[in-house]
């Protein structure tokens, strides 16, 4: 398959390179020519120590050499930059193709998903017909996928056969690639799930141990379904991979980015100088004020989510906080 890589963050360059392994051929395009330049020519990513880009694996500075004539388009830019992106690429895309998204979001203005926004911006500037549009998401950090450890993810989309292609394309001796229907329910759980991780940390921060973490993921995987259900969303999906799995890991890991930013805030750093001292984009923080807005659409109670955004945009005191979530209304568990 002739594969596009839109972006050259430590994800989307995992991918690349581990297509590019399974003999892909892959070209990489950063909006930051910088990026390209280095990345070609140092074969490595700052951020991912220890990992070769494969010789094979090409760059370009050229937003349509990394979009005409591919199988498949694999969007991995940060949610803030999707909308963008997609914009410019537009214009390049082709009858048939698939558009393949791994950027966990969701946007402010207009509560939209990632695909959302893409099938929004191609209708505005593409005249392509029959793309497909898949969400790739799961428990997947990029460190990990760029050493070969064994990992998971979900292939979503409506179209089973564009699910099922893939499927195949991604999955190898490494990925193991499973399919899902229920898009939205992926997508929302891929952007909720960071939200939960960055409370996770703001508890670690302040000190609380596994008994805080472990209600913290548990009662976080329970508001996000609840909001899922709401929305139409199948409940299987929250069991799964893009549910509770990447919830699991992007709420335990050291490699996380929400969850390292969650335990500078617990120690008493603002938000701001915390998202600098990560030095890469934190989507919990990015998805808190959608998931605010989703939960007054569908009348919906997020009290950890509402907690998070106090602590984030009002200045709430983090340990008054947990008092206040500790202390609400009594409640049956089932």
Not at 51 to 78: C, Q, R, S, W
Not at 85 to 97: E, I, M, Y
Not at 123 to 145: D, F
């Amino acid at each position: 398959m002739k594969i596009g890589v839109i972006g050259a963050g430590t994800w989307g360059v995992a991918l690349a390179r581990m297509l590019t392994n399974s003999n892909h051929d892959v070209i990489i395009w950063s909006a930051i020519e910088s990026e390209i330049d280095e990345l070609s020519n140092n074969r490595e990513h700052k951020n991912l120590p220890g990992m070769v880009i494969p010789e094979a694996t090409k760059f370009t500075k050229i937003l349509e050499k990394a979009v005409t004539g591919m199988d498949i388009v694999l969007m991995a830019v940060p949610s803030p930059y999707v909308r963008g992106t997609t914009a410019k690429l537009a214009p390049f895309v082709t009858d048939g193709q698939i558009i393949v998204d791994v950027a966990k979001g969701i946007e402010k203005e207009t509560l939209f998903t990632m695909t959302d926004i893409i099938r929004d911006e191609l209708a505005k500037s593409s005249s392509a017909k029959n793309v497909k549009l898949v969400a790739l998401s799961g428990p997947t950090h990029a460190e990990e996928v760029a050493k070969d450890l064994p990992t998971t993810i979900v292939s979503a989309c409506e179209d089973q056969k564009a699910a099922l292609v893939v499927q195949d394309v991604f999955m190898n001796t490494c990925m193991r690639v499973y399919t899902n229907s229920d898009v939205l329910g992926v997508e929302l759980c891929g952007a909720m799930k960071n939200i939960i991780a960055l409370a996770t940390g703001i508890s670690s921060g302040l000190g609380y141990g596994d008994n805080t973490k472990a209600a913290l993921i548990t009662r976080g995987i329970a508001e996000i379904k609840r909001l899922g259900l709401k929305m139409g969303c199948e409940n299987d999906t929250f069991a799964g991979l893009a549910g509770i799995g990447d919830l699991i890991v992007t709420a335990t890991s050291e490699h996380s980015r929400n969850n390292r930013c969650g335990k500078l805030i617990g120690k008493g750093l603002s938000p701001d100088d915390a998202i600098k001292e990560v030095g890469m984009v934190v989507e919990g923080i990015n998805a808190l004020p959608a998931a605010i807005s989703l939960a007054k659409k569908y009348e919906v109670e997020l009290p950890i989510t509402e907690t998070a955004y106090d602590i984030v945009f009002n200045g709430a005191d983090p340990k008054t906080a947990v008092i206040k979530l500790m202390t609400r209304d009594k409640k049956a568990e089932i």
